[in-house]
């Protein structure tokens, strides 16, 4: 056996080790790259969803602030009671004072707000609103309103507010409602004002406007509520001037700022490089035409992104070293038995089937089981070397008995030549015949060394044979039958012969009438059937065939396989067996009369013919 012995440093533990441990980074680098970009979006979008929800907080909240006071200006715009007493006339002015006090009153119920200020006594009520009337001269209590106006609640004339820009704006009635900041000399300090014209209800006259003025501590206050962490807000008015921020002060101009001029060019959230950093600017309209701006770094948006990249690199890290150490440790159990196992098979003395294969427990199913398979492999190769060799000897031994058989036929053959020539020259032809059969019969006996004839040469050849039994028994009858397509058939030398003598020698020893001999040829499919039959005495068919399936002829019982009887029975049986395979050979049938044996042999020739009918011979 030749064994390949492995050439350089590879190895099954390097083959399988690098690609793993390859595919095993691979996929430890993509999972921990997507876990790393999944969590740096979570972080980073929970971040801008923090400052996006804290600027719809001030937005929600200012918006009602702002709501409020024009609910309140529509409430006294609208209001049927307050028309009544702007729309009352009066001949002295003091007749006016009480209604005067009615309309203060209903101000001041407007302008309170039921909530106790933080550092006055828990009595006093917190003046939420400024609620203030500037009448026209044509309001019915014109005469008892206050002559200038006042950052208060109250009734003022609007004689002075006449140039304002907000008052122009009304006064033209390009817009319903005005809003501006405004300081005033108050300890209140910064205020936001809304102011929306009044008319009357009947016939649309100006009456006055309605000023609703609210301390900017208000909006302050909601600004505090939704601080950011990083970044700040920005609360601009129609003018782009600063209402609110944590950077900047009340009333500033923010037109030329960076933050405004990027919006302004987008009209949208954006994404800005401001003073050298980017910022992220989201905005929101309010209904007043007022806008309010949230500004967070980008850094602080994504302040954890090299956090959670370091703590995945540490960790893709860690479970490589994890990974490679208990792939070492797996790859070393698997291939480590079956280094060994290969190792043992390349000893000569294993290989050589000198020893077995050792069996060895690695803890692995599957290695075990390939060891122990393959040392019943090597104990079956071993069987069939040496059925193949024992086979290879007993062919020899078979074809050297038969030319050891044919060595005296080729003199005897010269010698019944001889005797033949001088029946001739006596005149005595029947003997001549005789002698010519049995010559026919060495002849055909010797057959030039070949092992595989046709079917029509072995048909000549017992012939002769019979032909010469015949000469001895006068009551013996023979018939042949043989499809004329099958005589090419080839088939093992000296097949039929021996069956032929059988039949004579022990089917027909205590018969001296009615004996015959029938042979015929078939085909089934690919096998080529042979059938020689005799109505002689019989014998028990389950026997022989027990008997042909004994290797050593010696052993069986019976007469006819002895080796002393010619070739025997069984010599042609092995005989087809060994050229032709286990499938094949001989094979007792049942018999209404006398015995049956048939031939299976593979169907070959060396041509194909067209005919197949039958050649009979008598």
């Known amino acids: 056996m030749r064994i390949h012995k492995w050439k350089g440093s590879s190895r099954l533990l390097s083959r399988l080790s690098l690609p793993i441990f390859v595919l095993i980074v691979t996929f430890i680098a993509l999972f921990a790259t997507a876990a790393s970009y999944i969590l ?20 929600m909240n200012a918006g009602y602030q702002f709501d409020t006071m024009n609910n309140v200006a529509a409430f006294i715009a609208t209001n049927q009671s307050i028309e009544n007493l702007l729309e009352s006339t009066y001949q002295e002015p003091f007749d006016a004072v009480d209604d005067f006090y009615i309309l203060q009153a209903n101000l001041q119920n407007l302008s309170l707000l ?147 001029r990027a919006l302004d060019a987008s009209k949208e959230s954006i994404i800005a490089n401001i003073d050298g950093e980017k910022q992220r600017v989201m905005s929101e309209t309010f209904e007043n035409g007022w806008r309010l701006l949230t500004i967070v770094p980008e850094s602080h948006i994504s302040r954890y992104t090299l956090v959670i990249s370091a703590i995945g690199a540490a960790s893709v890290a860690a479970a490589l070293l994890i990974a490679g150490f208990w792939l070492r440790r797996i790859v070393v159990r698997v291939t480590v038995p079956i280094t060994r196992l290969v190792t043992t098979i390349q000893r000569l003395e294993v290989s050589g089937f000198k020893e077995t294969l050792p069996q060895q427990k690695s803890g692995i199913y599957e290695v075990d089981e390939l060891s122990q398979t393959f040392g019943s492999m090597l104990v079956t190769l071993h069987g069939l070397i040496e059925k193949s060799f024992e086979e290879e000897l007993e062919r020899r031994e078979l074809q050297l008995e038969l030319l050891h058989a044919q060595i005296n036929p080729h003199f005897i053959y010269n010698t019944l030549d001889l005797i033949n020539c001088r029946a001739i020259m006596a005149g005595d032809m029947e003997s001549s015949k005789i002698v010519r059969s049995l010559a026919n019969v060495f002849r055909f006996s010797l057959n030039r060394g070949q092992t595989l004839i046709s079917l029509e040469e072995e048909i000549k050849q017992v012939e002769a044979y019979l032909h010469i039994q015949k000469m001895m028994m006068d009551h013996l009858q023979v018939v042949i039958q043989v499809p004329v397509g099958l005589l090419q058939a080839r088939m093992v030398h000296l097949t039929l012969q021996p069956l032929a003598e059988n039949a004579i020698v022990h089917g027909f020893t205590d018969r001296q009438s009615d004996c015959r001999i029938t042979i015929t040829a078939r085909l089934e499919g690919k096998l ?65 009369k006398g015995t049956c044996v048939e031939v299976v042999l593979p169907f070959y020739s060396d041509s194909i013919l067209p005919g197949m009918g039958a050649a009979s011979y008598v």
């Open 114 to 260: 039921s909530l106790l200020n933080d550092f006055r006594s828990q009595e006093a009520v917190q003046q939420s609103y400024v609620v203030s009337v500037a009448l026209e001269p044509g309001a019915g209590l014109y005469e008892m309103a206050t002559n200038h106006f006042y950052p208060v609640t109250g009734i003022f004339k609007s004689d002075d507010l006449k140039n304002q820009p907000w008052f122009r704006g009304l006064s033209s009635k390009e817009r319903q409602t005005e809003w501006w900041g405004e300081r005033t000399d108050r300890p209140e300090g910064a205020m936001i004002y809304s102011a929306r014209r009044k008319t009357s209800l009947k016939d649309g006259r100006s009456i006055g406007t309605v000023i609703v003025g609210a301390n900017i501590r208000s909006i302050q206050s909601v600004f505090r509520n939704a601080e950011l962490e990083q970044g700040y807000h920005l609360l601009l008015d129609e003018s782009k001037r600063v209402i609110f921020s944590e950077r900047y002060s009340f009333l500033e101009s923010a037109d030329e700022l960076p933050v405004v």
């Open 528 to 592: 080529l059937l042979l059938h020689v039959e005799d109505n002689g005495t019989g014998c028990d068919v389950e026997r022989m065939n027990e008997a042909l399936q004994e290797k050593p002829a010696s052993e069986s019982g019976i007469k006819f396989l002895e080796p002393g009887n010619g070739y025997g029975m069984m010599n042609v049986h092995r005989r087809i067996q060994l050229h032709c395979g286990k499938a094949y050979g001989l094979h007792y049938l049942p018999a209404a």
């Open 40 to 59: 740096i979006r979570v972080q980073n979008d929970h971040t801008l969803k923090l400052a996006e929800q804290s600027m719809k907080f001030v937005y």
